[in-house]
T-cell receptor
């Protein structure tokens, strides 16, 4: 079982729709959760971080965390073609030799269709 | 503005050669990381450092080494390049072990 699982996609949504990206993780002691956006040929950039159960909103983006279900999601409202990218889920937590391990999922490719 | 840079951005080398990829950050972050990114595998951690003179192995460290002589730099060395090390390499830094990681622009390495 992979530690951080994402559907690789592509996830296609029409412009203006809500895109829903999902991620599950296996380590129950995980503490911090991140969503990165990566455009083709570019480096990952942080969109959202979330540390406690519930929703966190930032503009058109909402991160949702459910630690009991070991599930984190990212909603993008009013999707734009410029949102077309790969979205990486990252989970930070769970000590191993003093290192708080950060594990990345393989990413979900989002395509927003004009 | 503070930033993180990597050089070279593209590198082609031959099997068996030693290669060093540079990473430099001006944020004064204590923590620095090297990842490789391959299709189907996502980002995998190679080595990381929590400060000067501190280095640690990640999940795919075989064939790679790092050294940390100052806060700003964490060079990654491929001791004897292999074709399996063809990849895109990202350096990242963060101010603390639970904080966001900030990524450099990446180095695309091809080993022939």
């Amino acid at each position: 079982q992979k530690e951080v699982e994402q559907n690789s996609g592509p996830l296609s949504v029409p412009e203006g729709a809500i895109a829903s990206l999902n991620c599950t993780y296996s380590d129950r002691v995980s503490q911090s959760f991140f969503w990165y956006r990566q455009y083709s040929g570019k480096s990952p950039e942080l969109i959202m971080s979330i540390y406690s159960n519930g929703d966190k909103e930032d503009g058109r983006f909402t991160a949702q965390l459910n630690k009991a279900s070991q599930y984190v999601s990212l909603l993008i409202r009013d999707s734009q073609p410029s949102d077309s990218a790969t979205y990486l889920c990252a989970v930070n937590g769970g000590s191993s030799g003093g290192y708080q391990k950060v594990t990345f999922g393989i990413g979900t490719k989002l395509q927003v269709i004009p | 503005d503070a930033e993180i840079t990597q050089s070279p951005r593209h590198k082609i080398t031959e099997t068996g050669r030693q290669v060093t990829l540079a990473c430099h950050q001006t944020w004064n972050h204590n923590n620095m990381f090297w990842y490789r990114q391959d299709l189907g595998h996502g980002l995998r951690l190679i080595h990381y450092s929590y400060g000067v003179q501190d280095t640690n192995k990640g999940e795919v460290s075989d064939g790679y080494s790092v050294s940390r002589s100052n806060t700003e730099d964490l060079p990654l060395t491929l001791e004897s390049a292999a074709s399996s090390q063809t990849s895109v390499y990202f350096c990242a830094s963060s101010p603390g072990t639970t904080d966001t990681q900030y990524f450099g622009p990446g180095t695309r390495l091809t080993v022939l």
